[in-house]
């Protein structure tokens, strides 16, 4: 299995690149990742992901892309959801220019939290221009998993 399941919810396509961006990142460091559509993964299917990373654009006034809508409104009605088992991050892509900046990738942190799912490391909301943030927050990433493989 997969050490860590980039899933991605994108509208053109901009998170989808970066999804598998990190990929390719992830893999020159000896980490193994498996990149996913949202809108082609049940989301039940969490109960089986173990390491998540979501990297997913914000739409409309602060909601999810199309493809991430079924994963959002999942995580928002399952009361009963128990996230324990799952390790997870996420990274928003947005604009400041939206007074919801990156509000989708804030709603799937806070849901994941709420039902018991644990931060690797802390969500990053990108901008326009976030190789700046971006560069440090992967090398966290690689670290921690690196870290978990270990264990
Ligand atoms: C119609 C429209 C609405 C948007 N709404 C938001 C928003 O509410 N908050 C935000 O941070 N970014 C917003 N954005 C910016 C996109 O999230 C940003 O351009 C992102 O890079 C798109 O990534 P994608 O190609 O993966 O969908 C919006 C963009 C468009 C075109």
């Known amino acids: 299995m997969a050490l860590l399941h980039i899933l991605f919810g994108s509208q053109t396509g901009n998170a989808q690149n970066l999804a598998h961006q990190i990929s390719q990142e992830l893999d020159q460091s000896g980490i193994e990742s498996l990149v996913m559509d949202m809108g082609e993964v049940d989301p039940e299917s969490i109960h089986h992901f173990k390491n998540i990373l979501i990297v997913t654009s914000t ?36 604009d400041t220019y939206y007074p919801f900046f990156c509000q989708c990738g804030k709603d799937f942190d806070h849901y994941l939290s709420k039902h018991g799912g644990h ?32 264990e």
């Open 59 to 94: 739409y409309g006034d602060g909601e999810a892309p199309d493809n991430a809508s079924d994963w959002m409104s999942y995580l928002k009605f399952a009361d009963e959801l128990n996230l324990s088992h799952l390790n997870y991050s996420v990274l928003g892509l947005g």
């Open 119 to 150: 931060s690797l490391v802390p969500r990053i909301d990108c901008d326009l221009y976030y190789e700046e943030q971006y560069g440090p927050w992967l090398n966290e990433l690689i670290k921690v998993l690196k870290d978990r493989s270990r």
